[in-house]
């Protein structure tokens, strides 16, 4: 069975700092990862995903994530937060066999302060 | 951009009640899903739809909840008889051959 963890509920970062939420999954064979943002009151958006080819991946908004099979990480990054960055980042895997569902890991909420 | 399209919004519903949430998903997309989060957690899965038919469910989608796509465009969600912990956010998902998801913006279930 596959799984997702991402570590830490909850991170706080100044304006305009380094923005890292961690995820590790574990799956018996390479996944396909995603990350999903989720603001107040709204739907899940795409930010990237990892499929093959390159393993960093770059997304919206300035994001981008490295997948690390060694370590079984797909870890978030932005360079620069924004107050705008506020929300709730969910990182989830895929099995690749059929229509599997997408596993979602228990969600990072990152807040932004001036 | 194509968009998967849920209604409505926000139902509140009195508990025993029977609710039906609609999605429409993207037209040349081959599976379905049906999530929920409730407040504070995390995304579940709860059941997935190819075919016309269930190919898989989760431990959560009992025998309260069914799904149907009744006219090849509309993908449904029923809750036969609603309990207090259904309330939830209840997202539709729609994906391609090569997993291309595409979530709707949720329906926001109440259960009173």
């Known amino acids: 069975a596959q799984s997702v963890t991402q570590l830490g509920s909850h991170v706080s970062v100044s304006e305009g700092a380094l923005v890292l939420l961690r995820c590790n999954y574990s799956?018996?064979?390479?996944?396909?990862l995603f990350w999903y943002v989720q603001y107040p009151n709204q739907g899940l958006q795409l930010l990237l995903k990892?499929?093959?080819?390159?393993?960093l991946v770059k997304g919206i908004n300035g994001f981008e994530a490295e997948f690390k099979k060694s370590e079984t990480s797909f870890h978030l990054t932005k360079p620069s937060a924004h107050m705008s960055d506020a929300a709730e980042y969910f990182c989830?895997?895929?099995?690749?066999?059929?229509?599997?569902?997408?596993?979602f890991g228990k969600g990072t909420r990152l807040s932004v302060i001036a | 951009e194509p968009e998967v399209t849920q209604t409505p919004s926000h139902q509140v519903t009195q508990m025993g009640q029977e609710v039906i949430l609609r999605c429409v998903p993207i037209?040349?997309?081959?599976?379905f899903y049906w999530y929920r989060q409730i407040l504070g957690q995390k995304v579940e899965f709860l059941v997935s739809?190819?075919?016309?038919?269930?190919?898989?469910k989760s431990e959560i989608f009992d025998d309260q909840f069914s799904v149907e796509r009744p006219d090849g465009s509309n993908f449904t969600l029923k809750i036969r008889s609603t309990k207090l912990e259904d309330s939830a956010m209840y997202f539709c998902?729609?994906?391609?051959?090569?997993?291309?998801?595409?979530f709707g913006s949720g329906t926001r279930l109440t259960v009173v």
């Open positions: 989830a895997v895929i099995h690749l066999s059929g229509n599997t569902p997408l596993v």
């Open positions: 799956s018996s064979v390479p996944p396909y």
């Open positions: 990892y499929t093959t080819g390159a393993t």
């Open positions: 037209s040349n997309h081959l599976y």
């Open positions: 739809f190819y075919n016309n038919e269930i190919s898989e």
């Open positions: 998902a729609s994906m391609t051959a090569n997993y291309g998801y595409t």
